[in-house]
């Protein structure tokens, strides 16, 4: 994972909010998929930091957050 605000923004990206995101937009994350990289970012600041990922980081992220979440429910 690295943590980095990319020249120009990176417009190249194409974001996408949460599926869990309400209409009154709360705490959210926006992904920008590539090939190589995963993009994360806060979807209330858009200009600010971008986490990176690995798919296989990723991957290994969202397994465990599903487990979390199935364990509360």
């Known amino acids: 994972m690295s943590i980095k605000r990319p020249e120009g923004l990176n417009p190249e990206l194409s974001w996408v909010k949460s599926s869990y995101s309400g209409v009154q ?4 994350i926006e992904i920008a998929p590539t090939p190589h990289t995963i993009h994360v970012r806060d979807s209330k600041d858009p200009e600010g930091p971008i986490l990176r990922f690995t798919p296989d980081a990723w991957a290994a992220f ?10 509360t429910v």
């Open 25 to 28: 937009g709360g705490d959210c």
């Open 62 to 71: 969202v397994a465990y957050a599903r487990t979390q979440v199935e364990r």
